[in-house]
């Protein structure tokens, strides 16, 4: 590793991801991300990886000294300090109401980084961390509807595969993602549920919604599970009076949906609870939720007091497994099969009860 620190001082800015703050020392220093870091660190696979998601701490203190940031700084811009509020991992190894990246080798599979085309046009050419929320659709700032694609082909946005040594092109067509057309969007109360959540990410605690703010994301995600199935979804809106509409996939989960079916989600969910919990109530009687739809999710109390009041729901014992394929049937399977197929019908005829 080359000692001292980089020959050019970049500066970190406010919210700035770790990831979009190391491509740009790379091409302020004229070269790309990838050569950039395996100068200092040959051989280290560092962007095949979603760098911001996790932290190797013996390489931040060595970046620390190299970029002239205190770690903890640097650390800070990562994604662990949301993650540590957004709750704990699901069981896929997602972070819930965090964009999934998926990364397979140099690609990233998933639409995981969000960007506000204006802030890229006025110059602000860095990728922000609430640009990786789920629930972030809109830009703060300037309002408009946040993209989570090239306008042009499509990809997702990768700043540090990106061409031209310019983290605000399209790392597949080189079109520049920045717009100044503003689009808003619509959907009631998606934008009530960004604020909310955002402002339950900050401190002092507040309120969120009907819900006090260190339950308010395990509520969501809880709320945003039931939701996801198709007829559960169609249910629900026709229950609490929005306009009925086709969710792409039959298995949809947040961190991996793209940015206008994540939209119908909130749009759904902000609707369910609006008025808590008559709402609530409505939505699921008319899904015909029961206790066990909600079984395997965390339920704060606030939901845990609602859910207790639904049905309990059918219990299918899943661990009666009827036993009629024994080794004895097995040798006979191999040896004699009209042997087998005999004891084979008449085990079977034991157990719905005909001998
Ligand atoms: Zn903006
Ligand atoms: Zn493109």
């Not at 789920?134 to 990809?155: I, Q």
């Not at 946005?157 to 040594?165: A, E, F, I």
Request: proline content about 7%.
């Amino acid at each position: 590793m080359i000692g001292g620190t980089w020959p050019y001082r970049v500066p970190l800015y406010e919210d700035e991801l770790l990831s979009s703050f190391l491509v740009r020392n790379a091409y302020a220093h004229g070269t790309t991300p990838y050569c950039f870091l395996n100068l200092y660190w040959p051989g280290k696979h560092i962007w095949n990886r979603d760098i911001d998601r996790t932290v190797d701490h013996d390489w931040l203190d060595a970046l620390a000294i190299l970029a002239g940031i205190p770690a903890a700084q640097l650390e800070a811009s990562t994604l662990l300090p949301l993650r540590a509020i957004l709750g704990s991992t699901l069981r896929n190894g997602d972070t819930p109401l965090l964009l999934s990246a998926s990364v397979f080798h140099r690609t990233r599979r998933r639409h995981s980084l969000q960007f506000c085309p204006i802030c890229l046009v006025e110059g602000r050419r860095w990728f922000r961390r609430i640009w990786r929320l789920g629930f972030v659709f809109v830009c703060p700032e300037h309002g408009n509807a946040l993209l989570d694609a090239c306008p042009k082909c499509g990809s997702p946005v990768v700043p540090h595969r990106s061409l031209g040594l310019d983290p605000s092109r399209c790392h597949q067509c080189g079109t520049f993602l920045g717009n100044e057309a503003r689009e808003t969007l619509l959907q009631t109360g998606v934008l009530e549920w960004q604020n909310l959540l955002l402002g339950a990410l900050s401190s002092p605690p507040r309120l969120a919604g009907p819900f006090v703010q260190s339950e308010a994301f395990a509520v969501v995600r809880s709320l945003l599970s039931v939701l996801t199935p198709r007829p559960v979804h169609t249910a629900i809106r026709e229950a609490v009076h929005l306009p009925l509409v086709a969710l792409p996939a039959d298995r949809l989960q947040f961190e991996h949906a793209r940015i206008r079916e994540r939209a119908l989600l909130m749009e759904t969910l902000a609707a369910w609870v609006a008025d808590w919990p008559v709402t609530f109530r409505r939505g699921a009687h008319a899904a015909r939720l029961t206790q066990r739809a909600f079984r395997r999710l965390t339920q704060p109390a606030t939901l845990r007091s609602e859910v207790e009041q639904l049905p309990l729901g059918i219990a299918r014992d899943r661990a009666y497994v009827p036993k009629v394929l024994d080794n004895q049937l097995r040798r006979l399977a191999r040896k004699d099969r009209s042997a087998y197929r005999a004891l084979r019908a008449r085990r079977l005829q034991e157990l719905v009860g005909l001998v």
